[in-house]
């Protein structure tokens, strides 16, 4: 059974930095896309960043690029995404998904597997 355990929201000051990790189970983590997306209290789900594991190839939203990093740790099985200089409009409640289609497909059309979110709020 794949099992994905977001961990790491809280809250943070305007230009403060948060890690979140995304422990994972029962599916082969080194072949596998992981992703994390978030959600605003009335805005859609966006994708915020990926990695395809097999590939090494990493995706961002756009406005994030260069302020959040994500990585995996093969040894724990586990994705980490670092947001750094957080805003405002970071704040959501964030997932971690996995697929076993990489991202450059998995993360725009949805993927299959998802996690509780963990939440994240980011204070002026």
């Known amino acids: 059974e794949v099992q994905l355990q977001a961990s790491g929201g809280g809250s943070a000051q305007y230009g403060d930095s948060l890690t979140l990790a995304c422990a994972t189970s029962?599916?082969?983590?080194?072949?596998?896309?992981i992703g994390w997306y978030r959600q605003a209290p009335g805005k859609d789900r966006e994708g915020v960043a990926c990695?395809?594991?097999?590939?090494?190839?990493?995706f961002y939203l756009h406005s994030v690029k260069g302020r959040f990093t994500i990585s995996s740790d093969h040894a724990k099985d586990t994705v980490y995404l670092q947001m750094n200089s957080l805003k405002s409009e970071d704040a959501a409640t964030y997932y971690c998904?996995?697929?076993?289609?990489?991202?450059?497909?998995?993360?725009?059309?949805?993927?299959?597997?998802w996690g509780k979110g963990t939440l994240v709020t980011v204070s002026s």
């Open positions: 998904a996995a697929d076993a289609v990489e991202c450059r497909v998995s993360f725009y059309y949805g993927m299959d597997h």
């Open positions: 029962g599916f082969a983590f080194a072949d596998w896309a």
């Open positions: 990695i395809s594991n097999q590939y090494g190839t990493t």
